[in-house]
């Protein structure tokens, strides 16, 4: 009686433990269960079963996942997002839901629809659970760069390369990071495996190039600038980097081509349009083409007024442009500066004759030793011409004033595009030596014939 009791038992307690396990199993599925339902059935037929089973109970953890799995599928991030929410807003009272995954789900979904300060507290939810997830290193990755937390979104991103080493995704992420933390040197290997990828990819190209040229790579990152002047986008940019490398090799008319092709394409943004005038206005007036220059320069003005020096620009090329003589004296190569000095210093003794003796080119001036015969007087004479626009202290006049006592000459006459200090102007009280200041200058190579 008793064994049979026993029996009887034991055969109640298989059945109740197979009744459980096949309940569980049934509310446990798996996405991949899940998926095999919905490809059988179909995604009609399953969105309202469940709807159904949902209606009778909004707890149905088997419904929601089988919504939550089709609106994932589809792209539906909203519907989705709010599936997923309520599976993980369940899971803190029924263990049977995986809180990883849908923690999971959401995120990627919160992420997907911009909302990324909900998306990033889903995924370290999930994270805690299942620290070595690729889809949730990835996505908080992705989700720190959109935040601008740069540093750990490299951090999550070189797990995920550890994870999946051949993840394109997190090649991107990670080269963008380590550009916009200007660590160019480590974005490159990044930046060069998406476009080896996708060479197509002109965002990526672009800042591929910048990183070239922030380490040196400047021939390099000239090839890929100049590729990408005529893109619409990335042209502008592109046009103005290339100019700039242009420029500072000296290629002027390689950077005026730059400059030339960027106002050419549509759209370009204000910002970028007033450096690129800007940089012209530059390359114009190294190229001696002040005309040119000021139009340029006009054109930054009236775009936006008091752009860095060029209302001092304006002033000093306006002059320049009026004035070709100025011009020659401040921008002509070192033998056309010295005919015009020796031109000035004729027109200076214009009543008497002028033989000049000695002529020697310094690094920032000439001297120019003459012999004058006036029919009243003469004299031996030194003039030293400087090309400073700067004030000249004392320092200068005295060395002009040593040369003067060297080569024993009655007088120095000291010329500046610039002005002398007060220093300067009290060392020659009592000394046979002049100064000319600008203005006079001005004055006096506007009476000068053209050379």
């Known amino acids: 009686m008793i064994i049979s009791i026993l029996i009887v038992l034991i055969i109640s307690i298989l059945l109740i433990g197979i ?86 789900r959401m995120g990627i979904a919160a992420y997907k629809l911009g909302r990324f300060d909900d998306s990033l507290s889903a995924l370290m939810i999930s994270y805690k659970k299942n620290p070595e997830s690729y889809e949730c290193n990835l996505y908080l990755g992705k989700g720190l760069y959109e935040k601008q937390v740069y540093d750990k979104a490299i951090a999550c991103l070189k797990k995920v390369k550890l ?13 963008m990071s380590f550009f916009k933390l200007q660590k160019f040197r480590e974005a490159l290997p990044f930046l ?74 549509p759209s370009v943004p204000d910002q970028i349009l007033v450096q690129i005038r800007y940089r012209a206005a530059l390359t114009y007036i190294a190229m001696n083409n002040i005309a040119k220059g000021l139009a340029m320069l006009k054109q930054v003005q009236a775009i936006k007024p008091n752009y860095k020096d060029v209302d001092a620009l304006l002033a000093r090329y306006s002059e320049l442009n009026q004035n070709k003589n ?53 004299a031996k004479q030194l003039f030293r011409f400087y090309r400073s626009q700067s004030t000249l202290s004392d320092i200068s006049v005295r060395e002009a004033h040593g040369k003067m006592r060297d080569t024993k000459c009655d007088k120095a006459i000291c010329v500046t595009l610039g002005n002398f200090s007060e220093s300067a102007h009290k060392f020659i009280e009592g000394r046979p030596i002049d100064l000319m200041e600008k203005d006079e200058l001005s004055k006096r190579l506007l009476r000068i014939s053209m050379i």
Not at 163 to 175: C, K, N, V
Not at 244 to 258: G, L, P
Not at 344 to 373: G, H, L, M, R, W
């Open 192 to 265: 060069k495996k998406v476009i080896d990828e996708n060479p197509a990819n002109k965002e990526v190209l672009y800042y591929l190039a910048v990183s070239m040229m922030e380490v040196g790579m400047s021939d390099k990152a000239l090839k890929v600038f100049i590729h990408l002047r005529p893109d619409p986008l990335f042209g502008p940019q592109s046009c103005l980097e290339a100019g700039k490398i242009h420029e500072r090799s000296k290629d002027y008319n390689s950077a005026i081509q730059d400059y030339e092709i960027a106002l050419k394409l």
């Open 19 to 104: 009744l459980v396990v096949i309940s569980t199993t049934s509310r446990t599925k798996t996405p991949k269960d899940v998926t095999g339902r919905i490809q059988k059935k179909g995604k009609s037929v399953i969105l309202k079963e469940a709807e159904k089973k949902l209606a009778r109970n909004p707890r149905d953890i088997t419904a929601l996942r089988e919504l939550g799995n089709i609106y994932f599928e589809e792209k539906n991030w909203e519907k989705a997002y709010g599936v997923y929410k309520r599976l993980f807003e369940i899971s803190a009272s029924d263990s049977e839901v995986n809180i990883a995954e849908a923690a999971l």
């Open 326 to 378: 100025l011009q020659v004296y401040m921008m002509a190569g070192t033998s056309e500066f010295i005919a015009l000095c020796r031109n000035f210093i004729t027109k200076y003794y214009e009543d008497a004759v002028v033989k000049v003796t000695d002529t020697e080119p310094n690094q920032d001036s000439v001297d120019i030793t003459c012999e004058i015969e006036h029919p009243k007087w003469q």
């Open 163 to 175: 994870l999946r080493p051949d993840s394109s995704e997190a090649d991107m992420i990670l080269g």
